[in-house]
């Protein structure tokens, strides 16, 4: 198994969704070492907002595509390699403002590339590339949770399923540790307690245990 794993938290030290994602890498490795990770934090390495000349080039045939042009998708290229490298991903990051960080925001901008993550198939159909073995880990400071008074709020997950979905991952695995900030210490506590727990099983299932 090749993992991809990207952190999106704009905090380092004291990070919940960094904090989840590395115990998730560590239970994987405690049963496959030789597990290899590529990671990626976009919080540091940033992919490039889409500008104009990358708006031009992404939909050029890429035999068209003149010099500037490649050199436009030049990144967003390497980013996509990094993506179908990999056989399973390990997407973490926060809830801000009921949605995603804007970091990931443009990851997301840089990997939707037609004819190299997605190809549309003669019946017009959408057919993406990336393999269908994905794990959200997102931290929220409310709890969001259906039947909660900000449960109709959560703008993140439709937009990772709706994303992601496109580029082939039909089943995406979610756990989403909240509340994390605006609650008791009992139920902060309790979230994380219930996050690791959750993890613990999909670790499971992903090595085979
Ligand atoms: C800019 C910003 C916006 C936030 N927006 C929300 C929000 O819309 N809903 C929510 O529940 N928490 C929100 N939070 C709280 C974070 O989601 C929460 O503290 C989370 O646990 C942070 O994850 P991290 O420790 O990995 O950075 C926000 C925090 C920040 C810094």
Same mark, same amino acid.
């Given at each position: ?122 019946? $017009? ?21 259906? $039947?909660?008074?900000? $449960? ?12 992601? $979905? ?44």
């Amino acid at each position: 198994m090749k993992l991809f794993h990207v952190d999106a938290s704009a905090k380092r030290e004291w990070s919940n969704s960094r904090a989840l994602s590395r115990h998730f890498i560590d239970l994987l490795k405690a049963h496959k070492p030789e597990l290899e990770v590529d990671y990626l934090d976009v919080s540091v390495d940033t992919p490039a907002h889409v500008d104009e000349l990358f708006t031009i080039a992404t939909y050029t045939p890429e035999a068209q595509r003149t010099p500037a042009m490649q050199q436009a998708l030049e990144a967003s290229d390497a980013l996509c390699a990094r993506l179908l490298a990999a056989d399973a991903y390990v997407f973490a990051m926060p809830m801000y403002n009921f949605s995603m960080p804007s970091s990931f925001k443009a990851f997301i901008d840089n990997i939707v590339r037609t004819n190299l993550t997605y190809k549309i198939g003669e019946d $017009g159909s959408y057919v993406g590339k990336m393999a269908d073995k994905a794990l959200f880990i997102t931290t929220r400071g409310a709890d969001l949770r259906p $039947g909660k008074p900000l $449960g109709g709020m959560d703008a993140l997950t439709p937009a990772l399923r709706a994303a992601f $979905g496109f580029l082939g991952v039909a089943a995406p695995t979610f756990v989403d540790a909240q509340p994390l900030t605006f609650s008791a210490a009992e139920e902060r506590e309790a979230a994380l307690v219930r996050a690791k727990t959750e993890l613990a099983a999909i670790a499971g299932r992903w090595v085979g245990t």
